[in-house]
């Protein structure tokens, strides 16, 4: 079967670094996918990473290998706003979207 | 506003009646997606559309569900006898089918309660 895993919650500082980490195992990979999503809101586009390697864009970076079917969100100088849940999806053979049940931060002053 | 839109944001019905949700794209994309998502979990795929066609329905969804966009463009989703475990938000998302990758741009939701 087709499974994603996360970590239910994760608690940070304000103005710290943390890593939020996502295994795969899926039928095929074309590519993997972070989405931000704040309560009750939609989920927002973060990264998209398909060859290994780590992706930088401003305060978040994306990391991925795909011979160990791992990634991580890497996310600095954390701010209150960054509070929501962070969802890894992976994009397999079909082009289908397979979604991890999302990883809740919890920001701390 | 040039996002993907859904209508209602809000639906409280009784089990058994039928509701039917819609969902307007970013216009240019090509590719539309419905997805279900219950509290604590990643959004469960229903189905997708690439145009008009319904390219596939997830084995999951009962017959009590259809979708359709039968102009390429906009899309209705029905549930038809409503069930407490209908209870969800429905998420529409929208995406332009690219060489590199295809970035799905979600709508606002409908957060169906089913009494």
């Not at chain 2, 009784?14 to 990643?42: A, M």
């Amino acid at each position: 079967g087709q499974n994603i895993d996360q970590p239910t919650e994760m608690t940070a500082t304000e103005g710290a670094i943390v890593q939020i980490n996502c295994t795969y195992q899926t039928s095929g990979f074309n590519g993997l996918f972070w989405y931000q999503q704040h309560a009750g809101e939609a989920p927002t586009f973060l990264s998209y990473n398909v060859l290994d390697g780590l992706e930088e864009k401003g305060r978040f970076s994306s990391f991925l290998s795909r011979s160990k079917g791992y990634s991580y969100l890497l996310l600095k100088e954390l701010q209150m706003k960054d509070s929501a849940s962070y969802l890894c999806a992976v994009w397999d053979s079909n082009y289908q979207l397979i979604w991890g049940a999302g990883t809740k931060l919890i920001i701390k002053p | 506003d040039t996002g993907v839109s859904q209508d209602p944001r809000h639906k409280i019905t009784k089990r058994g009646q039928n509701v039917t949700f819609r969902c307007d794209p970013i216009s240019e994309h090509n590719r539309l997606y419905w997805y279900r998502q219950t509290l604590g979990q990643g959004p469960e795929f229903l189905t997708y559309f690439q145009n008009e066609a319904q390219l596939e329905k997830s084995r999951l969804l009962s017959d009590r569900f259809s979708a359709e966009r039968p102009k390429g463009s906009f899309s209705t989703l029905e549930i038809q006898r409503t069930e407490q475990g209908d209870s969800a938000m429905y998420l529409c998302a929208s995406s332009l089918v690219a060489e590199t990758y295809n970035e799905q741009f979600f709508g606002p939701g409908t957060r169906l309660t089913v009494l």
